[in-house]
């Protein structure tokens, strides 16, 4: 501790009177004389943070013996005191030169005690010293100094800062309440333009550095200025404050008000037999819970909402979440269904009406009706599952037993479903929570037994936020769909009702608990008659009429609708078909529209006229058997294609190079084809060497995209021993089989496609294994007809069909039709090196 240690505060604690008293006394006591060099001696008084101002009143503590000490020191010898800034507050020891040069003589009261019991002085400035040396007199420090005297009158640009100055002060007693009331009485009653500055300068806050530049700036001009920019900032920042707490207080009160008067308006509405829109709101919404037909517990919990909304404001945020909540509860279908039309006849009409063949879906359809005309009490619904490549009806005819059995028809595609949260919905607690797609489908359908069609099961996704595959499961098990639960509903929703039907192109990606639950029907691909029979009984009439033509107005010859079959679409279902044909019709309604003239019957000409060049022409004929190209039947998910396989051989090191479509298992194929070929080297008569010096690259060109799969081994083998031997391979043969390495023929999938494929590509015969034959049944007799089948169980039955002799001259050009699958291809026709042969 020392005796430096003074410091200023408030004068809260000090007695009125007892200060008023005090004040009067120091008012008494006269300033020091300077001598004959105009100095005075007085002792320091040091301040660490404080700074007093001329004219200033101020109570300052007293903490320290040593400054008690230098006090009692001031009264014996009846001498005013300098207050004494020192630069750094922190300093506890102050050398001379760690004063400022500037301080202010001060007339000192006697020591007394506040109320607190701390030791107190009240000092009172006098007038600026300006210090020109320390003396230390026993113990105590005095400054020798100068006494700086301003001017007594304000020339005439101080009197502008003054006026200035004091305009400000004005506001300044405006905005800050702390100030004493007549202090600015005071200052306009203030002569001295330096004493105007200093007092101003003691009344607001400022930081201690630019106290201390105010009280070493001499120049009263330039302490005006100062201080008149001080202030100016000062009022910048009080106006601010105001502003802000004007507004805060302002947001504040505007709540409450509009709650106060909102509370009040109410009041007086209902004191006037009105009720407010928000009641009327509630009111109705009330009367809908009565009226939805909800099964108790539901409506338990739509009335526990409601009584939620009632009370709360009508503008708190809460409010619309509920509202929407309640208004799901009351879109969604609860009791409302409709009954069913179990006529099997006429259900039966409707189904041919909108539909050609499909025996098969209809009959079990059919079935399900009379079982259920019989047995009408509500038995188990049984869940189809269509599956078949794209336009084959899967879809319509889901539509048309809908309409047989007069139910709501909805259809929900699951492609691309990643989440099980898109399949039950979000937890109302997330912002813009919604249920999920199952519960929005049945708002659509707006019955609780619709027929519900769920596209693409096996385009669902797995994420990594849940299966929604799981939820699927749990929708279509009649164990338990009947509580169905929703995350956003959060209630039991029965889905015993709704007859579902699901729809496939691959049996493959189906998850296989869910076909576990499903009753399968196949839709198999057209073959030509049966597409022209559809585009003549269904496509041609529905498509006249959609381009707004009459019936009579237009007439597709069947050559017509060959040549769209033929050479514009390439597809096992008949949805580009229809297409086209749409095509069509609309170029003759625009022509028909615009007055025109068109033509009636549509003729392969008119076809070509309004389609442009065919997209698949018959120009393959042209196609020439060929080295190290085989054609193979593939699966795709459009459901069969066919796909040449091309092989070359290049010099090299041995290796096997696979470009193009190529999977894992057909990579093994290709290796396993390859080992085959290796160990019957001698009876093809290829140096096996001729191996070690080959490289053998397979590609598979790209269009269509086969499934995975082993299937390809016979054709993989085929090319690759014609590209070893320099035996051409027959174009119009097309095969699968998967081929083991000891050429083995083994059964394969799918054979109802890949037949159909290549009647549709127009080939001429096509190896299947022996295995397979069982699989014809379902294949279209006319299919039967037209292709070559042959049964194999072994490569040297594949390649004795395959492969033309040795020397065999170019077959005849044979009309071969193009296919998608038939890109160009490498320099075909150059047979490629046979080394070894
Ligand atoms: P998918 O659901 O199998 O992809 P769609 O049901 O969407 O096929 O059928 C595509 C179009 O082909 C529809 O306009 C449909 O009416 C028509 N279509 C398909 N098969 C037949 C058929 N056997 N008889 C009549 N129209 C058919």
Redesign the pocket.
Same mark, same amino acid.
């Given at each position: 501790m020392t005796d430096t240690d003074w410091y200023a505060q408030g004068e809260g604690d000090i007695d009125p009177t007892d200060l008023q008293r005090r004040a009067e006394r120091l008012e008494s006591l006269p300033d020091a004389q300077p001598d004959e060099q105009g100095l005075v001696m007085l002792p320091v008084l040091p301040l660490r943070d404080a700074i007093i101002f001329p004219h200033m009143l101020t109570p300052l503590y007293v903490g320290r013996e040593g400054t008690l000490a230098a006090i009692e020191e001031a009264h014996t010898q009846q001498l005013n005191m300098l207050a004494l800034p020192q630069r750094d507050p922190d300093q506890d020891h102050p050398r001379n030169q760690d004063f400022l040069e500037v301080g202010v003589e001060v007339a000192v009261s006697e020591i007394f005690l506040t109320e607190s019991r701390e030791s107190a002085i009240l000092v009172q400035g006098r007038r600026r010293i300006q210090v020109e040396g320390f003396a230390r007199v026993g113990n105590a420090l005095y400054a020798r100094g100068r006494v700086v005297l301003g001017p007594e009158k304000a020339d005439s640009r101080q009197e502008a800062l003054v006026r200035h100055l004091m305009g400000q002060f004005e506001r300044l007693a405006e905005l800050n309440n702390d100030l004493p009331e007549d202090a600015v009485e005071f200052v306009l009653g203030l002569e001295a333009p330096g004493a105007v500055a200093d007092t101003i300068a003691s009344a607001f806050p400022l930081p201690l550095a630019q106290r201390h530049n105010l009280l070493t700036e001499l120049d009263v001009s330039r302490r005006l200025e100062e201080v008149n920019l001080l202030l100016a900032r000062e009022l910048e920042v009080l106006t601010l404050e105001e502003e802000i707490e004007a507004k805060v207080q302002g947001e504040v009160e505007r709540g409450h008000r509009e709650n106060y008067l909102r509370e009040q308006m109410r009041a007086i509405q209902s004191e006037l037999g009105d009720s407010d829109p928000w009641t009327q709101e509630l009111e109705e919404l009330n009367a809908r819970i009565q009226r939805a037909g909800l099964p108790d517990e539901v409506k338990a919990i739509a009335a526990k909402e409601l009584s939620r909304l009632h009370q709360m404001p009508p503008m708190s945020p809460e409010v619309g979440v509920i509202r929407t909540y309640i208004d799901w509860i009351l879109d969604l279908p609860w009791s409302e269904e409709t009954e069913d039309n179990l006529d099997v006849k006429h259900a039966a009409e409707v189904l041919d009406r909108?539909?050609?063949?499909?025996p098969k879906a209809k009959d079990r359809i059919l079935e399900y009706i009379a079982v259920r005309s019989l047995k009408p009490k509500r038995n188990r619904q049984p869940i189809l599952c +269509?599956i078949?490549?794209?336009?084959?009806?899967?879809?319509?005819?889901?539509?048309s037993i809908a309409d047989a059995l007069g139910r709501k028809f909805v259809r929900l595609s699951l492609g691309g479903v990643r989440d099980e949260a898109e399949m039950r919905g979000h937890r109302r607690t997330y912002i813009g929570a919604l249920p999920g797609r199952i519960l929005q489908t049945m708002k659509r359908a707006g019955t609780v037994n619709p027929l519900f069609v769920l596209?693409e099961v096996d385009k669902l996704g797995i994420g990594y936020r849940g299966d929604p595959a799981a939820a699927l499961l749990e929708v279509l098990d009649p164990e338990q769909n009947d509580t169905f639960s929703d995350h956003y509903l959060e209630l039991a929703y029965d889905l015993s009702r709704v007859m579902f039907i699901t729809?496939a192109?691959n049996r493959e990606d189906i998850p296989w608990a869910l076909i576990d639950r499903m009753e399968v029907i196949e +839709?198999p691909g057209?073959i030509e008659e049966?597409k022209l029979e559809?585009a003549r009984?269904?496509?041609v009439g529905?498509q006249t009429e959609e381009a707004g033509l009459e019936a009579g107005d237009l007439v597709f010859s069947d050559a017509a609708l060959q040549a769209i079959v033929r050479r514009y679409t390439y597809e096992a279902?008949?949805?580009n078909?229809?297409r086209e044909i749409g095509r069509v019709c609309r170029k003759v309604a625009r022509l028909k529209a615009e007055g025109k003239k068109y033509p009636n019957r549509i003729s392969p000409d008119v076809v070509e006229k309004f389609l442009g060049p065919p997209e698949f022409d018959e120009l393959e004929a042209e196609r020439e058997d060929e080295v190290g190209v085989a054609t193979a039947v593939a699966w795709t998910s459009g459901g069969g294609d066919i796909m040449p396989i091309e092989v070359l051989l290049m010099e090299g090191k041995g290796n096997l190079q696979l470009t193009g479509q190529i999977g894992e298992v057909m990579q093994e194929s290709a290796q396993a084809a390859l080992s085959y070929l290796k160990s019957r080297a001698e009876e093809f008569q290829i140096n096996i060497e001729a191996f070690e010096r080959t490289d053998v690259h397979v590609h598979i060109p790209e269009g269509a995209v086969p499934k995975d799969g082993p299937s390809a081994g016979i054709t993989l083998a085929t090319a690759i021993i014609s590209a070893f031997t320099g035996r051409k391979v027959r174009k119009d043969l097309g095969m699968t089989g998967e081929i083991t390495l000891r050429g083995k023929v083994l059964p394969i999938g799918g054979v109802r496609e890949k037949v159909l494929a290549a009647h549709r590509a127009g080939l001429k015969t096509v190896i299947l294994p022996a295995k397979n034959e069982k699989d014809l049944i379902d294949v279209p007799k006319k299919a039967r007809q037209d292709l070559d089948l042959h049964f194999v169980t072994h490569m040297d039955q594949v390649l004795a069909l395959a492969l033309l002799p040795p020397d065999a001259a170019v077959d005849a050009k044979r009309p071969a039709r193009k296919t998608s699958a038939a890109k160009p291809r490498p320099p075909a026709g150059e047979p490629p090196a046979t080394p070894g042969v």
């Amino acid at each position: 501790m020392t005796d430096t240690d003074w410091y200023a505060q408030g004068e809260g604690d000090i007695d009125p009177t007892d200060l008023q008293r005090r004040a009067e006394r120091l008012e008494s006591l006269p300033d020091a004389q300077p001598d004959e060099q105009g100095l005075v001696m007085l002792p320091v008084l040091p301040l660490r943070d404080a700074i007093i101002f001329p004219h200033m009143l101020t109570p300052l503590y007293v903490g320290r013996e040593g400054t008690l000490a230098a006090i009692e020191e001031a009264h014996t010898q009846q001498l005013n005191m300098l207050a004494l800034p020192q630069r750094d507050p922190d300093q506890d020891h102050p050398r001379n030169q760690d004063f400022l040069e500037v301080g202010v003589e001060v007339a000192v009261s006697e020591i007394f005690l506040t109320e607190s019991r701390e030791s107190a002085i009240l000092v009172q400035g006098r007038r600026r010293i300006q210090v020109e040396g320390f003396a230390r007199v026993g113990n105590a420090l005095y400054a020798r100094g100068r006494v700086v005297l301003g001017p007594e009158k304000a020339d005439s640009r101080q009197e502008a800062l003054v006026r200035h100055l004091m305009g400000q002060f004005e506001r300044l007693a405006e905005l800050n309440n702390d100030l004493p009331e007549d202090a600015v009485e005071f200052v306009l009653g203030l002569e001295a333009p330096g004493a105007v500055a200093d007092t101003i300068a003691s009344a607001f806050p400022l930081p201690l550095a630019q106290r201390h530049n105010l009280l070493t700036e001499l120049d009263v001009s330039r302490r005006l200025e100062e201080v008149n920019l001080l202030l100016a900032r000062e009022l910048e920042v009080l106006t601010l404050e105001e502003e802000i707490e004007a507004k805060v207080q302002g947001e504040v009160e505007r709540g409450h008000r509009e709650n106060y008067l909102r509370e009040q308006m109410r009041a007086i509405q209902s004191e006037l037999g009105d009720s407010d829109p928000w009641t009327q709101e509630l009111e109705e919404l009330n009367a809908r819970i009565q009226r939805a037909g909800l099964p108790d517990e539901v409506k338990a919990i739509a009335a526990k909402e409601l009584s939620r909304l009632h009370q709360m404001p009508p503008m708190s945020p809460e409010v619309g979440v509920i509202r929407t909540y309640i208004d799901w509860i009351l879109d969604l279908p609860w009791s409302e269904e409709t009954e069913d039309n179990l006529d099997v006849k006429h259900a039966a009409e409707v189904l041919d009406r909108n539909h050609f063949g499909l025996p098969k879906a209809k009959d079990r359809i059919l079935e399900y009706i009379a079982v259920r005309s019989l047995k009408p009490k509500r038995n188990r619904q049984p869940i189809l599952c +269509f599956i078949g490549p794209p336009g084959t009806g899967k879809t319509s005819l889901g539509q048309s037993i809908a309409d047989a059995l007069g139910r709501k028809f909805v259809r929900l595609s699951l492609g691309g479903v990643r989440d099980e949260a898109e399949m039950r919905g979000h937890r109302r607690t997330y912002i813009g929570a919604l249920p999920g797609r199952i519960l929005q489908t049945m708002k659509r359908a707006g019955t609780v037994n619709p027929l519900f069609v769920l596209d693409e099961v096996d385009k669902l996704g797995i994420g990594y936020r849940g299966d929604p595959a799981a939820a699927l499961l749990e929708v279509l098990d009649p164990e338990q769909n009947d509580t169905f639960s929703d995350h956003y509903l959060e209630l039991a929703y029965d889905l015993s009702r709704v007859m579902f039907i699901t729809t496939a192109n691959n049996r493959e990606d189906i998850p296989w608990a869910l076909i576990d639950r499903m009753e399968v029907i196949e +839709f198999p691909g057209y073959i030509e008659e049966e597409k022209l029979e559809i585009a003549r009984k269904f496509l041609v009439g529905r498509q006249t009429e959609e381009a707004g033509l009459e019936a009579g107005d237009l007439v597709f010859s069947d050559a017509a609708l060959q040549a769209i079959v033929r050479r514009y679409t390439y597809e096992a279902g008949v949805r580009n078909l229809e297409r086209e044909i749409g095509r069509v019709c609309r170029k003759v309604a625009r022509l028909k529209a615009e007055g025109k003239k068109y033509p009636n019957r549509i003729s392969p000409d008119v076809v070509e006229k309004f389609l442009g060049p065919p997209e698949f022409d018959e120009l393959e004929a042209e196609r020439e058997d060929e080295v190290g190209v085989a054609t193979a039947v593939a699966w795709t998910s459009g459901g069969g294609d066919i796909m040449p396989i091309e092989v070359l051989l290049m010099e090299g090191k041995g290796n096997l190079q696979l470009t193009g479509q190529i999977g894992e298992v057909m990579q093994e194929s290709a290796q396993a084809a390859l080992s085959y070929l290796k160990s019957r080297a001698e009876e093809f008569q290829i140096n096996i060497e001729a191996f070690e010096r080959t490289d053998v690259h397979v590609h598979i060109p790209e269009g269509a995209v086969p499934k995975d799969g082993p299937s390809a081994g016979i054709t993989l083998a085929t090319a690759i021993i014609s590209a070893f031997t320099g035996r051409k391979v027959r174009k119009d043969l097309g095969m699968t089989g998967e081929i083991t390495l000891r050429g083995k023929v083994l059964p394969i999938g799918g054979v109802r496609e890949k037949v159909l494929a290549a009647h549709r590509a127009g080939l001429k015969t096509v190896i299947l294994p022996a295995k397979n034959e069982k699989d014809l049944i379902d294949v279209p007799k006319k299919a039967r007809q037209d292709l070559d089948l042959h049964f194999v169980t072994h490569m040297d039955q594949v390649l004795a069909l395959a492969l033309l002799p040795p020397d065999a001259a170019v077959d005849a050009k044979r009309p071969a039709r193009k296919t998608s699958a038939a890109k160009p291809r490498p320099p075909a026709g150059e047979p490629p090196a046979t080394p070894g042969v």
